[in-house]
């Protein structure tokens, strides 16, 4: 065999180790939070997301995503009861959360994956994975100020 024909199998070998690994690691399905998630979607202890009730959240079944946080209005009344705060980024992988007030209930974009107002899980992932229950952040009040601290 020649240099130049060693060389040039040489490089298509290495071609070929690095296009299977790279095939063999987007195939991989995981149901582990993403490296940019690491809190399991949740914001770090001490994020603080704020609302102004004089504008928003203004009807029941209302929501908002603020600072990672996704706060809907459950009931009448400006109190802490009035409303629940829960992480917007879906455990799962990543994807954003909603509140879908017709069915009552926080649905993932990404995967479809449901819970609860109360952040338990009402449905899996619709992609054979597996998610955890959604955090949930202690509210308060303050005049038409809603506050949500992780
Ligand atoms: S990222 Fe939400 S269900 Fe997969």
Redesign the pocket.
């Known amino acids: 065999m020649e240099r130049n024909e060693f060389i040039k199998s040489l490089g298509l070998g290495v071609a070929m180790v690095c296009t299977g690994a790279c095939f063999s690691a987007c195939g991989k399905k995981s149901d582990a939070p993403e490296p940019s998630k690491p809190n399991g979607g949740g914001v770090p202890s001490g994020t603080t997301a704020s609302v102004d009730l004089s504008t928003q959240l203004l009807t029941i079944g209302a929501s908002l995503t603020v600072n990672s946080i996704l706060f809907i209005r459950t009931a009448a009344g400006n109190t802490t009861t009035s409303f629940v705060a829960t992480q917007a980024v879906?455990p799962?992988?990543?994807?954003a959360l909603s509140f879908i007030q017709p069915s009552n209930y926080i649905q993932?974009g990404?995967?479809?994956?449901r819970y609860s107002t109360s952040g338990s899980i009402l449905a899996q992932?619709n992609?054979g994975?597996t998610?955890s229950a959604l955090k949930v952040y202690p509210l308060t009040v303050s005049g038409n100020t809603l506050t949500a601290t992780a």
């Open positions: 879906c799962h992988q990543g994807g993932c990404l995967h479809s994956s992932p992609d994975g998610t």
